[in-house]
């Protein structure tokens, strides 16, 4: 179902791969589709490094477009075996023959079984082709075959949805079913792979699902790989759900792998533990202690999602004196990635806001005209609330503050946008709607219960409360506060 890369067939010598070339010349219009489809694959065993003279080859062009003529002639078997051959003579994803393949392999998928199909979806992820057809013949397939689907099968689904990004709405709930049923035949790896797939598909099962998949790997925790420990992280921080056992395992594991974890791994585990709000010292502090000497190969991205986690659960500088440092001069190494990247100068230094830091070259250079301009305009994010909360959060901490600063007309636009976004989202999300009507629901009215939202560093959207006070009429008069943490996230 799956085509491992790392084991090439057998190499064919270059010699004979030019022998093979000159029978197509010889043979020309008179070949079968046995024949096409053999010289491919023949020719696809060639040492890797001699690939791209085949494809140069007018030959093999001439070759392609055989196989092209004998498309519809080839069995299945055949047509896969070209396309395997592809793989391995590292075909262009561009190519105009790839298409050509795709379309024909969408004719047949009524054909395939669902091993068939999932084999064929692998191949366009190794040839790096979006085949968006195509994987709408595989997806159509699966409810044909929810009775039959094997562990691997689905475990191969899921890999294959993770690897596209997008998991179609209408197969969620057969997915779900499908985990549930295969769930006691899981292997630690498994689980990892299935937590990878549904956190990069960006795939929400039910909260009961999630957590019985985090109850498997729990089971096996001790036997998982640091890259499963990883995943499944990962999909708990998608989810926002907060997993007891797991989380106190991890008290015990991280801090036992930090030493030998790469700095991906390590800023995921700490992201995680920031969107779920959980703040457990034994595993921040083991984290803090390997990351230093990690920044040199950190991305910028990394750096500055370090910073976010551990600014935003509280992780004081003290606590860990090089961690905050040697972070910070890693964004100073690598401020050329934030022309392309705006938004991750913007996380870490909203990060080292909560724990009362400002390194003032990094932040005159975030709110900078030429960089705020870079900010607005970047079409995939908007990054108008970041640049904001960065201006407040400068006016409040940093009274004698002589550098660059928002403009009033962009400070203007964004707390009026701010203010619409609190009145559509966040006063509407439904554990707060629920709580008001409860509370006035028990008190016996509306005029009892006060809804108030705050934000700090001059309107921080992400670390925003909502506070419910309750009035009491007796004679002495009280009032009681009680805070609902909202994330714009959930």
Same mark, same amino acid.
Request: glycine content about 4%.
């Given at each position: 179902?799956?085509?491992?890369?790392?084991?090439?067939?057998?190499?064919?010598?270059?010699?004979?791969?030019?022998?093979?070339?000159?029978?197509?010349?010889?043979?020309?219009?008179?070949?079968?589709?046995?024949?096409?489809?053999?010289?491919?694959?023949?020719?696809?065993?060639?040492?890797? &490094?001699?690939?791209?003279?085949?494809?140069?080859?007018?030959?093999?062009?001439?070759?392609? !477009?055989?196989?092209?003529? &004998?498309?519809?002639?080839?069995?299945?078997?055949?047509?896969?075996?070209?396309?395997?051959?592809?793989?391995?003579?590292?075909?262009?994803?561009?190519?105009?023959?790839?298409?050509?393949?795709?379309?024909?392999?969408?004719?047949?998928?009524?054909?395939?079984?669902?091993?068939?199909?999932?084999?064929?979806?692998?191949?366009?992820?190794?040839?790096?082709? %979006?085949?968006?057809?195509?994987? +709408?013949?595989?997806?159509?397939?699966?409810?044909?075959?929810?009775?039959?689907?094997?562990? %691997? @099968?689905?475990?191969?689904?899921?890999?294959?949805?993770?690897?596209?990004?997008?998991?179609?709405?209408?197969?969620?709930?057969?997915?779900?079913?499908?985990?549930?049923?295969?769930?006691?035949?899981?292997?630690?790896?498994?689980?990892?792979?299935?937590?990878?797939?549904?956190?990069?598909?960006?795939?929400?099962?039910?909260?009961?699902?999630?957590?019985?998949?985090?109850?498997?790997?729990?089971?096996?925790?001790?036997?998982?790989?640091?890259? #499963?420990?990883? &995943?499944? =992280?990962?999909?708990?921080?998608?989810?926002?759900?907060?997993?007891? #056992?797991?989380?106190?395992? =991890?008290?015990? @594991?991280?801090?036992?792998?930090?030493?030998?974890? #790469?700095?991906?791994?390590?800023?995921?585990?700490?992201?995680?533990?920031?969107?779920?709000?959980? !703040?457990?010292?034994?595993?921040?502090?083991?984290?803090?202690? !390997?990351?230093?000497?990690?920044?040199?190969?950190?991305?910028?991205?990394?750096?500055? +999602?370090?910073?976010?986690?551990?600014?935003?659960?509280?992780?004081?500088?003290?606590?860990?004196?090089?961690?905050?440092?040697?972070?910070?001069?890693?964004?100073?190494?690598?401020?050329?990635?934030?022309?392309?990247?705006?938004?991750?100068?913007?996380?870490?230094?909203?990060?080292?806001?909560?724990?009362?830091?400002?390194?003032?070259?990094?932040?005159?250079?975030?709110?900078?005209?030429?960089?705020?301009?870079?900010?607005? +305009?970047?079409?995939?994010?908007?990054?108008?609330?970041?640049?904001?909360?960065?201006?407040?959060?400068?006016?409040?901490?940093?009274?004698?503050?002589?550098?660059?600063?928002?403009?009033?007309?962009?400070?203007?636009?964004?707390?009026?946008?701010?203010? +619409?976004?609190?009145?559509?989202?966040?006063?509407?999300?439904?554990?707060?709607?629920?709580?008001?009507?409860?509370?006035?629901?028990?008190? #016996?009215?509306?005029?009892?219960?006060?809804?108030?939202?705050?934000?700090?560093?001059?309107?921080?959207?992400?670390?925003?409360?909502?506070?419910?006070?309750?009035?009491?009429?007796?004679?002495?008069?009280?009032?009681?506060?009680?805070?609902?943490?909202?994330?714009?996230?959930?």
């Amino acid at each position: 179902m799956s085509l491992n890369l790392t084991q090439r067939p057998l190499e064919t010598p270059f010699d004979k791969s030019l022998a093979l070339l000159q029978r197509v010349t010889a043979l020309k219009g008179s070949m079968k589709p046995s024949d096409v489809s053999s010289i491919i694959w023949e020719l696809s065993c060639v040492d890797q &490094n001699t690939t791209s003279l085949v494809r140069s080859d007018q030959r093999f062009a001439m070759l392609l !477009r055989y196989s092209v003529e &004998n498309l519809q002639l080839y069995s299945l078997c055949q047509l896969l075996g070209v396309l395997q051959a592809f793989v391995w003579l590292d075909m262009p994803s561009a190519h105009s023959v790839l298409a050509l393949y795709e379309s024909e392999l969408c004719h047949r998928a009524g054909q395939m079984t669902l091993q068939q199909l999932l084999f064929a979806a692998d191949l366009w992820r190794c040839l790096r082709k %979006p085949v968006p057809q195509f994987l +709408k013949s595989l997806y159509a397939s699966v409810p044909l075959y929810v009775g039959q689907i094997s562990t %691997p @099968e689905l475990v191969q689904l899921l890999y294959i949805l993770g690897e596209v990004r997008h998991c179609p709405t209408d197969l969620i709930q057969p997915i779900e079913q499908l985990l549930m049923h295969h769930l006691h035949e899981l292997q630690p790896e498994e689980v990892s792979a299935v937590c990878l797939g549904l956190f990069k598909s960006q795939t929400s099962l039910s909260d009961g699902a999630v957590m019985n998949i985090v109850d498997k790997a729990h089971s096996f925790v001790e036997n998982m790989s640091d890259f #499963g420990l990883v &995943n499944v =992280m990962k999909y708990l921080r998608f989810s926002y759900l907060y997993h007891k #056992g797991w989380l106190e395992a =991890m008290e015990k @594991e991280v801090p036992k792998r930090a030493h030998r974890m #790469g700095i991906q791994g390590l800023m995921h585990v700490s992201l995680a533990c920031s969107a779920i709000h959980y !703040r457990n010292d034994n595993i921040l502090l083991s984290i803090a202690e !390997r990351v230093p000497s990690l920044v040199p190969h950190c991305r910028s991205k990394d750096s500055c +999602k370090l910073l976010w986690s551990f600014g935003t659960l509280g992780f004081l500088p003290v606590k860990s004196p090089s961690l905050y440092p040697s972070l910070t001069e890693g964004l100073r190494q690598r401020k050329a990635e934030f022309d392309r990247y705006p938004q991750h100068l913007l996380t870490g230094l909203l990060g080292l806001a909560f724990v009362s830091t400002f390194p003032e070259d990094l932040v005159a250079l975030a709110l900078s005209p030429e960089f705020v301009n870079l900010a607005l +305009k970047t079409t995939t994010l908007d990054l108008k609330r970041d640049l904001y909360t960065l201006d407040g959060a400068v006016e409040l901490e940093l009274p004698d503050w002589t550098g660059p600063r928002l403009s009033p007309q962009l400070k203007e636009e964004v707390s009026d946008m701010m203010w +619409k976004f609190v009145e559509s989202d966040l006063c509407q999300k439904q554990e707060v709607v629920e709580a008001e009507v409860c509370l006035k629901d028990l008190l #016996g009215g509306e005029e009892f219960v006060r809804l108030t939202i705050y934000y700090a560093s001059g309107g921080v959207i992400l670390n925003s409360s909502i506070d419910v006070t309750l009035h009491f009429n007796d004679p002495e008069g009280c009032s009681l506060e009680r805070e609902f943490f909202v994330s714009p996230n959930k």
